[in-house]
Structure formats: structure tokens, C-alpha cells
């Protein structure tokens, strides 16, 4: 028996999925500090009568339905929060202050809760079922830190998505190839001679080192990478120089690299290091470089993006079914399950006609409560999909 997301919505389930969201929405938790959290995962699971892990990198869930004998799909939620203080004025705003729900974490929780509800009634699914709930989506780890304790295993396909205000509510964007970009950082530590305003040419000034740094970094993605392929490089922080009439002799560089390549990622790397150690020889300063690897390109391969779309138009109907026409140059990391296992990222339409749509990490950020159907009825429909589906 299959539900589609109006009749969720038409259903005594749909009130108890927005009374979850907003109690979740009302006590959000930062990333490893998913606690309570969990805590309402697993008691819904219990009511429902399915068999799940706890403590999976911390406060990660994992829950295993059976099925036929179809390929084990995966669908997985992230769970934390973001340090914000919310804005949004809701009589469910955040009570812990400075902590809020400003990703739709809480929305995506709540849809695989609803797909549990619905995934436990069904005495047709084609193969066996897991239920993943992460922590620390926002740090950038929680999805390899549970891969690390066998989140995988068995699992021959995951789907996931994402609440996004640039898609009507009661739709869902499918879209094959990349939809993240990788997210590493870097730093860059200068160091001259630092010396007497006045004398400049006893120093050797960091500061002027680290301006031509910052100014030749952007010829990276303007005359390096092929201008068809998306890609980033920022310096966020510069920090140097401690007074007026004083020459730095120090100086760190931060800065941020996104690509939706995974050869151009390498390929960014590399070239921020040659450049930063080369205008350091240049002005005889040394310089110290580290790369921070971040998550991956999170690309969706296209065997894998027509289940997902096959399921997403059971859900809300194919002419609801849209696509991203760009992707993110933010990052994901569901993008480290793609390297391990196929599967399709979407994302669900929030935005609600009329009234004004604020950007994820916003103080202001809120979703159309109707995606929360959308959503369990999606991951529902593509535990169906996937289970008879082989790739
Ligand atoms: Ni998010």
C-alpha cells in the first residue's frame, strides 16, 4: 500500500510529522551533541515497533526493516543544528539560545520518521530497508564517522535530499551529475622579517607577501581551470601587522576551495600550494602551507537519479517533479556515501507562494511544512524503486 504525499497530507500521520518538526525545531542540537534528538528518533522507532542501533558515532541511529530480496537500500537524515540565534518568530523558535534549526535538519528527521510510519506498513517491499539518522552534517563528518562503523554495510544503493527554499512546496528537484561541490580549506603562513616602518628595506613584509597572495589566487580560477567547470577559491582571513609604524614580519592566510570536479578539486589544491610557495621565493619569505580536506563533489549518477525521479513522481505527481539547473557551490556530506555506494541527493521544494523565502543558515530561515509529506512519501517511493531496481 503506497501513499502519496497529499494523502500523507490528508492523514492523521501528517499531524503528528509537524507536532515532531517543531518540537525538534524547538530544541536543536549542535553537531555531535544530537543527544535529545536521538533520543525522539528512537522512541518513534520504538512506538512503531522497529529494531534500531544507537550510539553510531556518537548519537548516529541506524534502523533495519526487512524486505524482499531485492538490493538493501539505504535512505538517511542528518540531525544537528547550527550556531545561530533565531529570528524567525515561530511559537516553536528555538529554546536553547544561539542553537537553532537553520538548515532543515529537523524537517529531514521528520520525513524519515513519517517514511518509518509508512515503510513498517508495507508488506511489499521488494528489499530490506535501513534507516539512517546522522549526526554532524554541519561539521562535515558525521557521514564518514558513521561509514567508519559500518553504516554501509550491505547496502547497495542510499538516497537523501535536502529542504531548499528555490523549489515551490509539494515539489522535488532530481537532478543527475553534480549538485555540491567539494569544501576543503586551506592556510598559508607567512613568514619574513618584520622591522621599522620606515626602513622597508631591512624586512622582508608579510603583508605585501600576502597581498600579492591573495591577488594571484584569483587567477587560479580565472586563467587555470577550464571556465565550463564550476569552481571557487576565497581568502576569508588575513590576518597581520600589529601597529601603524610597524613592517609585519608574519602573516596567515585562510581561505576556502570549492570545485564540482573531483579532478579540478586536486588540481585547485595543488595550484593554491604552487603559488603561495612560489610568491614566497619570490620575496625570500617562507612559507608554511596545510590543505584541510573537506567533503567531496557530491555528484548523482544517473542509473540512481532515474529511480530517484521513477520515485519522486509517485510521490508528488511527474509534473512536480522538477530539476536544480545549477548546482551548489556548497558542500555535503551525503557526498561521502556516493564514494562508497551509488544513490541520488534531491532536494525538497519549501518555498510557499507570497511569502518571503530566507537562505539556509539565515536566523530567519523557515520551511513550508507541506515538504515534510513530500518527503516521507519521496524516501517511502524510493525504497520501492530501489528495491526492485538493478544496478
Ligand atoms: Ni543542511
Redesign the pocket.
Known amino acids: 500500500m503506497f501513499q502519496d504525499a497529499s494523502q500523507i497530507q490528508d492523514s492523521p500521520l501528517f499531524a503528528e510529522l509537524v507536532a515532531i518538526r517543531r518540537d525538534l525545531h524547538a530544541h536543536p542540537e549542535l553537531s555531535w551533541h544530537e543527544q535529545r534528538t536521538a533520543a525522539q528518533v528512537r522512541a518513534w522507532l520504538d512506538r512503531l515497533g522497529i529494531p534500531h542501533r544507537h550510539g553510531i558515532a556518537g548519537t548516529g541511529i541506524i534502523a533495519d526493516l526487512p524486505g524482499g530480496n531485492g538490493p538493501r537500500v539505504a535512505l538517511r537524515a ?1 540531525m544537528d543544528a547550527l550556531p545561530v540565534q533565531e529570528e524567525t518568530g515561530v511559537p516553536f523558535a528555538s529554546q536553547t539560545p544561539g542553537v537553532m534549526h537553520a ?3 529537523d524537517a529531514h528527521t521528520t520525513m524519515l520518521l513519517g517514511a518509518a510510519a509508512l515503510l513498517v506498513e508495507d508488506r511489499e517491499l521488494p528489499a530490506p530497508v535501513r534507516l539512517i539518522f546522522q549526526p554532524a ?2 561539521a562535515g563528518a558525521g557521514a564518514s564517522a558513521m561509514m567508519a562503523e559500518g553504516a554501509l554495510d550491505g547496502v547497495a544503493m542510499i538516497f537523501g535530499g ?1 529542504v531548499d527554499r528555490h523549489f515551490a512546496a509539494g515539489t522535488i528537484a532530481v537532478t543527475d551529475g553534480p549538485v555540491n561541490a567539494s569544501s576543503d580549506s586551506f592556510t598559508i603562513r607567512i613568514t619574513g622579517r618584520g622591522g621599522h616602518a620606515a626602513r622597508p628595506h631591512e624586512t622582508v613584509d608579510a603583508v605585501v607577501v600576502g597581498s600579492l597572495l591573495v591577488m594571484a589566487l584569483q587567477t587560479i580560477v580565472s586563467r587555470e581551470v577550464n571556465p565550463a567547470s564550476p569552481s571557487v577559491v576565497t581568502v576569508g582571513r588575513f590576518d597581520a601587522g600589529s601597529a601603524h609604524n610597524v613592517i609585519a614580519g608574519q602573516a596567515m592566510l585562510e581561505g576556502s576551495i570549492r570545485a564540482q570536479d573531483a579532478t579540478v578539486r586536486v588540481a585547485l589544491q595543488k595550484s593554491v600550494e604552487r603559488i603561495a610557495r612560489s610568491i614566497g621565493q619570490l620575496h625570500g619569505a617562507q612559507i608554511e602551507f596545510s590543505i584541510g580536506q573537506g567533503t567531496p563533489p557530491l555528484v548523482n549518477p544517473p542509473e540512481c537519479t532515474a529511480i530517484a525521479r521513477r520515485a519522486a513522481a509517485a510521490a508528488v505527481g511527474l509534473e512536480r517533479v522538477t530539476r536544480m539547473d545549477l548546482a551548489s557551490m556548497g558542500g ?1 556530506d551525503f557526498s561521502y556515501f556516493l564514494e562508497q555506494v551509488p544513490g541520488c541527493y534531491v532536494r525538497f521544494g519549501t518555498a510557499t507562494e507570497g511569502v518571503e523565502q530566507f537562505p ?1 543558515h539565515s536566523s530567519k530561515f523557515n520551511i513550508d511544512e507541506q515538504a515534510l509529506a513530500v518527503g516521507a512519501a519521496f524516501f517511502h517511493a524510493v525504497a520501492r524503486a530501489a528495491g526492485q531496481a538493478t544496478i
Do not use: I, P, S
Request: one cysteine or more; charged letters at 45%; proline letters at 0%.
Open positions: 542528518d538548515c532543515g535538519h552534517e554541519e535536502h555535503e539556509a
